[in-house]
């Protein structure tokens, strides 16, 4: 289980990280010439390519497996916030995958 957390927490950190990186070289575009823009908008794009859609796909696989792990281990009724993670989770990466990439 330790390695799954690994993965997910590392997933996480991949796909905030690259959120906030891409959001950054766009505020940081304002300031460029125009002709510019163009390179900056496929850095932007690598950004989303190797970090922010990988990082959203091992989030998302890692912790449907860690919910089942969960629930194999013993079962404590449905938690609220644990659905609402998940749910919140998938709609993001969704989004993410079909919007952003």
Do not use: C, D
Request: no cysteine.
């Amino acid at each position: 289980m330790p390695i799954w957390l690994l993965l997910h927490l590392l997933g996480f950190t991949l796909w905030l990280g690259g959120g906030f990186a891409a959001m950054i070289m766009g505020i940081a575009a304002k300031k460029e010439p125009r002709e510019r823009l163009p390179l900056i908008v496929h850095y932007q794009a690598l950004v989303h390519k190797a970090a922010i859609g990988p990082g959203a796909i091992l989030t998302v696989l890692s912790g449907i497996i860690l919910t089942f792990r969960l629930s194999s281990a013993y079962y404590a009724g449905a938690n609220l916030w644990l659905i609402i993670m998940q749910g919140g989770g998938l709609i993001a990466a969704l989004l993410v995958l079909f919007i952003a990439m």
